[in-house]
Structures are given as C-alpha cells and as structure tokens.
C-alpha cells in the first residue's frame, strides 16, 4: 500500500509541479481549504464512493488524466483507484507544512465523526472511520517531490470501486 500511495504522489506532483499555486502559504486558512476537500470527497463519500465523481465537480474539480481530478488547475489532486479488490479515495496536495495538515485533518474526522472515529491497530494508520458497512482506515503519507513537500490524505474502502 506504502508503494501505491508512493507512486500515486510522485505522479500527481510531477503532473501538478506547472499548475502549482503560486500561493504556498503554511496559513491555515490555506490548508483548511484542502483538508476541507479532502473531508468532502473521501469521508464523505465513503465507504462506497459512489458519489466521490459528483461531489469533485460540485467542488469544483475537473476530470484529467487517468481519472485523476484536478483542482481549478492548482496543486490539489483526487482519486478513486481499485487496490486488491477494494476502492480507495486519495486527496494529495502540496504543503509547506504537512504536520499541520495531518493534525487538522485528525482533528476534523474526531470533530465530525466523533467516536465512529477510533485509534487504529496499525500504526501506519491515523485511525479507522467505523460505517454500517465495515471499518475504514484513514492514513496520511508525505512526502518531498517537485520541488515541494506533499500531502496524501487516504481513506481505504472496503468495496469494489463504482463503475
């Protein structure tokens, strides 16, 4: 999984590195807009994902490349992607501060989620959103590509991925 996510960042950052936002504030204002879309597209969406296609055009996402969706043409990047069987929902942006995005991303699934929110077994894990329709974990990955620090905010569905 490590290597998806892995290779999943290294191309949205290449794809992404030209149509960067100028615009790359450690505010939280900034952040908060893409911890917000990653809250609406994949949590939100879960855990069949069906709606994930919809909601990214409402949000203002286009459709580009391998299925990938694209933010008004900035550094923000979502996907559905099939993984052994199970749909995953990836939001990656780029961030000059990662720490603070994790902690706000923790911080809005405990505030909405509440305690369908749990601690998760496994330590790569930032926690597993509980449904009616089994656990999902959540996990974030950083990493450095493009010249720039990268996000990859990740919750791991349990079911096949929409048609």
Not at 32 to 40: A, E, H, I, Q, T
Not at 78 to 92: E, F, T, Y
Not at 97 to 122: E, H
Request: proline share 4%.
């Amino acid at each position: 999984m490590q290597r998806m996510l892995a290779l999943a960042l290294t191309g949205m950052a290449l794809w992404a590195s030209a149509a960067a936002a100028a615009d790359s504030s450690k505010s939280p204002a900034w952040i908060g807009k893409r911890v917000n879309l990653f809250m609406n597209l994949c949590p939100a969406t879960a855990p069949s994902f069906g709606r994930f296609n919809a909601v990214a055009r409402q949000s203002g996402f286009k459709a580009g490349s391998d299925g990938l969706q694209v933010y008004k043409a900035t550094e923000i990047v979502a996907s559905i992607k099939s993984w052994n069987g199970r749909c995953d929902c990836l939001v990656s942006f780029g961030t000059n501060d990662p720490k603070l995005a994790a902690n706000m991303i923790l911080k809005r699934l405990l505030t909405k989620y509440g305690s369908s929110f749990q601690a998760d077994d496994d330590p790569k894990s930032l926690g597993e959103l509980r449904t009616s329709n089994g656990n999902l974990s959540v996990q974030i990955v950083t990493t450095r590509r493009a010249g720039g620090q990268w996000i990859g905010a990740v919750v791991h569905g349990n079911q096949k991925c929409p048609a």
